[in-house]
């Protein structure tokens, strides 16, 4: 971690990786959700698991396009009091 509080966001990304919060940034397009074998079974089977996803914004514009395209991701972030 740099010497200021402020992290960066591989530094984030990384921290999270070891503490075990978190998988490593893939694409859902051209690698797929990352699932267990009991979530891809249950899926398989008509199951419905949840996966939450977190989406990594290139820059500013992709952040606005998305939350002008998706609602779902403006009112998840009302839910859950987020600002930004």
């Not at 199951?47 to 990594?56: A, E, Q, S, T, Y």
Request: aromatic share 8%; charged share 30%; proline share 7%.
């Amino acid at each position: 971690m740099t010497n200021s509080d402020e992290m960066s966001f591989e530094e984030w990304v990384e921290e999270g990786y070891i503490r075990g919060w978190i998988g490593p940034p893939v694409c859902q397009t051209h690698d797929g959700i990352p699932l267990t074998p009991e979530e891809d079974k249950d899926f398989d089977q008509g199951g419905d698991p949840c996966v939450h996803v977190i989406r990594l914004y290139e820059d500013k514009e992709t952040k606005q396009g998305v939350e002008d395209n998706h609602s779902p991701t403006l009112w998840r972030a009302s839910n859950q009091g987020l600002k930004g």
